[in-house]
């Protein structure tokens, strides 16, 4: 056998390894996009919402509903979930996370803190429903109504189909 077809035979296995490697990437990949879609499109997810209870400025509303995403983040820049225009709100401030079936509250290093229950957060902690968040002159009071449900949408559980 001549050496330049051994050479040939070697390159063509290697370049069938390699597009097989390719493919099976690419197929997990169009799995995983998959069952996201169907996770996210089939089934919409609820978590809860913060209730106003107190507000010193207009916006948002006093006993407004405010759904919670999986993770939300409060605070006084634009790019947060809610935005607070209250001085003594942080650029970033909180956040809450949804983690293992419960919710988790954060105060990201603010000037002036963020309280639960009237009592100042020094690390991560799990909040229950009925809590009181305190972040400046904002308290939210944790829920599980939210805006689908106030408004006689139901509980956010059902398919969409």
């Known amino acids: 056998m001549s050496p330049y077809l051994v050479l040939f035979l070697l390159r063509l296995v290697g370049a069938a390894l390699l597009l097989s490697f ?25 978590y809860g919402a913060l209730r106003v209870l107190e507000n010193t400025l207009p916006d948002p509303p006093v006993n407004s509903l405010i759904d919670l995403a999986p993770i939300t983040t409060v605070g006084r820049n634009s790019r947060n979930t809610i935005v607070l225009e209250d001085s003594y709100v942080s650029g970033e401030h909180a956040l ?32 229950s429903m009925g809590d009181v968040i305190a972040i400046g002159g904002v308290r939210f009071k944790l829920e599980t109504q939210g805006k689908q449900e106030a408004n006689g949408e139901g509980n956010g559980h059902e398919s969409l189909a």
């Open 22 to 46: 390719l493919g099976l990437i690419f197929w997990y990949l169009y799995r995983d996009i998959k069952a996201a879609r169907f996770v996210t499109l089939g089934v919409p997810l609820y």
């Open 96 to 127: 809450l996370t949804w983690r293992d079936g419960q919710w988790w509250l954060e105060d990201l290093g603010s000037r002036n803190g963020t309280l639960l229950n009237d009592v100042p957060l020094i690390s991560p902690v799990v909040i």
